[in-house]
């Protein structure tokens, strides 16, 4: 039942190991449990023995599993749980191979020097077979290795449990150190001190059962987080859906925010424009109404109704120009995605007529210093504009209450280190101290 039992889980993981070959601990374990099962064989081939030779053969041939099951221990305890000390594994691995080598090497084996019977007896219900011999004294080097194991197992669980996987310590830990003590009772049967047979398959069988048991712990929460992480994933997709649909709205309220702003800067200007619209306007009205008068004379002296309708046509040209750099200014929607050859001069001016009136009525003295013959730069000319007009407003702002003889603007353009360099100066206040971290403050 051992035997089968640690065989089924053998090749439970064995197929875990080969979907992941990255982790060689479930490889280990299955070498640990298929070790085991072997051990379970022998010793129950070794209790239903007839002769002697048969005997002397199981216990020289049962070497090789107990080999095997001690070194994939020791290994599965420096992998697994990170822990044991390195020179002990190194110690118990080197002694046991050394055990395993003397055992071929002597003519019984390394447990007896010689074994010269079987006395059988009732067991469980069953008749049994224990050796009657001579044990070998180099039998202690394989007594020396299961001390040296149980050390090893008692160290490794003592860090595990002060690193605070205490339910690991005691599941895989405590079974280990108890196989190991239960494992002494080998030496004892050896040496004639107690009359049982051999089960190392019940020791070690529950090692591989606890083993077995928290690896599948661990496949469990494995399996669990995967769950999670998948409905974590589906979570944040559906974030990334929002935050896309969100980035999109953001967006449209940023243009909302643009327009509006250019319409506030126009509505402070209303003054201004009004007085540009209606200069023009009134011009072509008054050299509409002379034109009129000529022609209801029957002598029209043609040179100067031709001048009055130059007059007209120039005055209306004015009034486009204005409406059109209005029109552009509160243009709603994205701002132009390509970019013109602009003079920075150019729209330094044409900002100036726009204030011209509001700049007049604030008794705002504004001189000029462009430098002739700039490079023109790739921009766009309504953003430019604006940025223009905020300057011109802010710094109007800022001269309220200064006298009015105080109240003067410089605007300068000139090429500096391969740029071109714009600036508004004002004779303002300035800033309040205590206001000077919100400056960069949306809406400030």
Not at 129 to 139: H, L
Not at 159 to 173: I, K, M, Y
Not at 231 to 241: D, I
Not at 376 to 390: E, T
């Amino acid at each position: 039942m051992n035997a089968t039992a640690c065989l089924t889980l053998a090749g439970f993981y064995c197929v875990v190991w080969s979907k992941q070959r990255e982790n060689s601990v479930p490889l280990l374990f299955s070498c640990s449990a298929i070790a085991a099962a072997a051990i379970a064989a022998f010793e129950l081939a070794m209790m239903h023995a007839e002769t002697v030779e048969q005997y002397q053969a199981l216990v020289r041939w049962i070497h090789v599993p107990v080999w095997a099951l001690i070194v994939s221990f020791v290994i599965f305890v420096r992998l697994y749980l990170h822990a044991g000390r390195l020179w002990l594994a190194w110690s118990i691995c080197g002694l046991r191979t050394l055990v395993l080598i003397l055992n071929f090497i002597f003519t019984s084996s390394i447990n007896y020097r010689q074994i010269t019977g079987l006395r059988q007896f009732s067991w469980g219900g069953e008749i049994i077979s224990v050796p009657i011999g001579v044990a070998n004294p180099w039998g202690l080097l394989s007594s020396v290795s299961l001390l040296l194991l149980l050390i090893f197992f008692v160290d490794a669980t003592i860090t595990v449990w002060r690193r605070g996987d205490r339910r690991r310590a005691l599941v895989v830990g405590g079974s280990m150190i108890l196989g190991a003590i239960v494992a002494w009772h080998v030496p004892l049967v050896i040496w004639g001190i107690i009359d049982i047979p051999f089960f190392l398959c019940f020791a070690y069988s529950g090692i591989v059962v606890a083993m077995g048991y928290e690896l599948s712990s661990d496949i469990t929460r494995a399996a669990q987080l995967a769950r999670k992480l998948k409905a974590s994933q589906a979570a944040l997709r559906k974030s990334e859906q929002d935050m896309e649909v969100a980035a999109l709205e953001a967006a449209r309220q940023r243009q909302e925010l643009t327009h509006l702003a250019r319409v506030t800067s126009l509505g402070e200007l209303s003054s201004s424009l009004a007085h540009e619209l209606t200069h023009p306007l009134t011009a072509i009205l008054s050299n509409a109404q002379a034109a009129q008068r000529f022609l209801a004379n029957d002598d029209v002296d043609l040179n100067e109704l031709r001048e009055i309708l130059n007059d007209i046509v120039a005055e209306d040209q004015r009034a486009g120009e204005v409406i059109h750099r209005l029109r552009s200014l509160l243009k709603k929607g994205e701002p132009q995605k390509h970019c013109d050859d602009v003079d920075v001069n150019e729209v330094a001016r044409d900002v100036l007529k726009l204030m011209r009136n509001d700049l007049i009525n604030q008794n705002v003295t504004v001189d000029t210093d462009l430098a002739q013959n700039l490079p023109a730069i790739r921009a766009d000319r309504v953003q430019l504009q604006q940025v223009v007009l905020n300057l011109l407003l802010n710094a109007c702002e800022a001269m309220t209450a200064s006298d009015s003889s105080e109240r003067q603007l410089l605007i300068t353009s000139k090429l500096e280190n391969g740029a071109v360099r714009m600036s508004v100066t004002d004779r303002g206040g300035g800033i309040p101290e205590e206001k000077l971290e919100q400056v960069f403050e949306r809406f400030f």
